[in-house]
């Protein structure tokens, strides 16, 4: 059964190497039916992978090897909430390791230029602390980083300088 809502992201090619590497990475993510172009298409042949079908970390996607045209941004990104700094340190490793690059505030892109957000659930929680002065504390920490670092979060929540 088709879903109501799928999100599709557009791939210039290698929506299969994107999803597999996205099975192997996140949990809860799998690939699912890859689909066949039935004929020629501007940036492709009959035959051409042109759809794969999967899910990361249990939310459905379309893979779209649409070509050059267009291309991923910030505007969107998949935020994976961590339980810790080693699931932290794996995804994050994963990601950038694979021809990914760093950027700030738990922010890094994959080889496909696609943005993630490996943000540590301590983070989030927080943030939304109702003692404002340790959400500025913690948004403050968060400024000042690449990859999340658990430890220094969790000493900026409690008031402690690291």
């Given amino acids: 059964m088709t879903r109501k809502n799928t999100i599709c992201l557009w791939y210039e090619g290698g929506a299969v190497e994107a999803a597999n590497f996205y099975a192997k990475t996140f949990p809860d ?9 039935p004929g ?7 035959g051409d992978v042109l759809l794969v079908e999967f899910t990361v970390a249990g939310i459905p996607c379309i893979g779209l090897n649409g070509g050059p045209q267009f291309k991923h ?18 995804l994050w490793n994963a990601i950038v390791g694979n021809g990914g690059q760093e950027s700030v505030c738990g922010w890094c892109k994959d080889r496909w230029g696609l943005s993630w957000q490996i943000t540590p659930r301590v983070v989030i929680e927080a943030m939304a602390d109702p003692d404002r002065a340790v959400a500025k504390r913690v948004f403050d920490a968060v400024m000042t980083m690449g990859k999340i670092d658990v430890a220094a ?5 409690r008031g402690v300088k690291s």
Avoid at 78 to 90: K, L, S, V, W
Wanted: charge should be negative; charged fraction near 30%; hydrophobic fraction near 30%.
């Fill in 29 to 37: 993510s799998t690939v699912g039916t890859i689909h066949r172009a």
């Fill in 73 to 90: 941004s910030e505007a969107f990104s998949f935020q994976i909430a961590t339980d810790d700094q080693a699931e932290t340190d794996r």
């Fill in 153 to 157: 979060i969790e000493a900026a929540r």
């Fill in 40 to 46: 020629d298409y501007p940036d492709g042949k009959q």
